[in-house]
């Protein structure tokens, strides 16, 4: 079993950066990607992004792309989401997630997971 506890979160204005962490504690946490989700009300859960623990490969989502980095840190079993230059378009719910992997795969269907954060709030100002 896999729990996900994150922090971070916040009241910012456009163009400040905020950093999401999430804590994975449980079995073997090195076989699962991991991956940030975000969901504003009215829409669909949209990626934002993944790394897999097992190689260390990345993917973005467009919107964020060249914007936000995604990080692991296997010393702490954390996760990490560094947003830059934030858009008040970036509003949203952000969720950790958690997926068993086989070697390098990525997945950015939030169907595929398995694992979930509780979420953490995020309000970008303009």
């Known amino acids: 079993q896999v729990q996900l506890v994150q922090s971070g979160g916040g009241l910012v204005q456009a163009g400040a950066s905020l950093r999401l962490s999430c804590v994975a504690s449980?079995?073997?946490?090195?076989?699962?990607?991991m991956g940030w989700f975000r969901q504003a009300p009215g829409k669909e859960r949209e990626f934002v992004a993944t790394?897999?623990?097992?190689?260390?490969?990345?993917l973005y989502g467009h919107s964020v792309k060249d914007r936000f980095t995604i990080s692991r840190d296997n010393a702490k079993n954390t996760v990490s989401l560094l947003m830059n230059s934030l858009k008040p378009e970036d509003t949203a719910v952000y969720y950790c997630?958690?997926?068993?992997?086989?070697?390098?795969?990525?997945?950015?269907?939030?169907?595929?997971?398995?694992?979930w954060g509780q979420g953490t709030q995020v309000t970008v100002s303009s």
């Open positions: 997630a958690a997926k068993m992997a086989l070697g390098t795969s990525l997945y950015t269907d939030y169907q595929q997971y398995d694992y």
């Open positions: 449980g079995r073997t946490i090195s076989r699962y990607a």
């Open positions: 790394i897999n623990w097992m190689g260390g490969n990345t």
